[in-house]
């Protein structure tokens, strides 16, 4: 296989505005077809990116023997059963953040893709293949701020409209599952282990019945990350990864802009080093990252496993939290 050709699940605004054009530029790589419940925007969406195929539903565009790979950016309660259905489609999934609602429904998705050994899975976490990200992995790893100790992460925006799909409980809505999971995947990726203890702490809106503001504590072994993530705030991200000998400061650092150069800071010794990257989009990164996977049969730069154990710090918080919303996710 030469070139890894594309469906698209639904015309949602990531895909439509973001992964579709990343797809479109990768390596290898083409969007064959895109399907919406609805045949007339699929064909519009279809026509405004130059997709050649449209289809009025899901169960067309899986049926479709020309499609290698599904890109589900669907809602959150519909990941798991849309990528078991692409699978037993034969297709490879790349699928949207969270994986899932929670553990459980994760470990379910796994079990499903080991009757498909051939086929890739992924959850689509594309910060991780931003050189920012790469770069900064690296400097913790190679010791150059001392020994880790905390990570602090704020991620927010405002978002008050009823009718989005992330005031939607029973779409799994809610600030921790849209963009809390970015704060608790960071920590993870840089501890490089799984907190022993998570704490957490979150404010429901009673009219939506979804977390307008979560804050969390995870403590590692080795030291401890904090965060909080808001959808009634203004709209603000960092990470500030402090060592013993040395900080690293990513001011943005979960969807960095693809045409514009990225900086990190260093401090170490009372001095500071911007690290300037060149535009990279990140989407287009992890895109040629999977395709790569599919054509040399390797396996994903983040397999399933690393999806099951964000969940399982999810839930943790969410029984640390109490106060749960009605649909019990």
């Given amino acids: 296989m030469k070139t890894v050709r594309w469906g698209i699940l639904s015309t949602a605004k990531i895909a439509v505005e973001k992964v579709i054009p990343a797809i479109q530029q990768a390596e290898n790589s083409t969007v064959s077809a895109i399907s919406s419940r609805s045949a007339e925007k699929a064909d519009a969406i279809a026509n405004k990116l130059d997709i050649p195929t449209s289809y009025g539903s899901y169960e067309e565009l899986l049926n479709d023997a020309n499609i290698d790979a599904i890109y589900n950016p669907l809602p959150n309660h519909l990941h798991v ?56 992995k690296s400097i913790v790893d190679s010791g150059k701020i001392g020994n880790l100790q905390t990570i602090e992460s704020f991620f927010s925006y405002y978002n008050d409209d009823p009718a989005d799909i992330r005031n939607n409980p029973d779409m799994g809505g809610g600030g921790l599952m849209d963009i ?97 990257f060149d535009p990279a989009n990140h989407y287009t990164l992890e895109v040629e990252a999977f395709n790569h996977a599919i054509r040399n049969n390797t396996t994903v730069p983040t397999p399933l496993d690393d999806a099951i154990k964000n969940m399982h710090v999810i839930d943790r918080f969410r029984r640390s939290a109490g106060s749960s919303p009605p649909n019990g996710y």
Avoid at 87 to 98: F, I
Avoid at 193 to 212: A, F
Wanted: net charge neutral; hydrophobic share 35%; aromatic share 10%.
């Fill in 180 to 276: 809390g999971c970015y704060c608790i995947s960071v920590s993870r990726f840089l501890f490089d282990s799984e907190p022993n203890e998570v704490s957490g702490y979150w404010k429901i809106n009673p009219e939506t019945n979804v977390d307008y503001i979560a804050s969390g504590v995870l403590n590692f072994r080795d030291g401890t990350a904090t965060f909080s993530c808001s959808t009634k705030a203004t709209p603000y991200q960092h990470v500030n990864v402090v060592g013993t000998e040395g900080r690293i400061v990513i001011p943005i650092p979960f969807n960095p802009p693809s045409m514009k150069k990225t900086t990190i800071t260093l401090h170490k010794d009372q001095q500071s080093e911007n690290i300037i």
């Fill in 81 to 136: 059963p849309k990528s078991i259905e692409a699978l037993q489609h034969q297709k490879h999934v790349l699928c949207e953040k969270p994986i899932s609602l929670d553990e459980n429904e994760a470990q379910n998705l796994l079990f499903a893709s080991q009757q498909f050994p051939d086929l890739k899975i992924m959850e689509a976490f594309m910060y991780r293949f931003h050189p920012q990200w790469r770069k900064a």
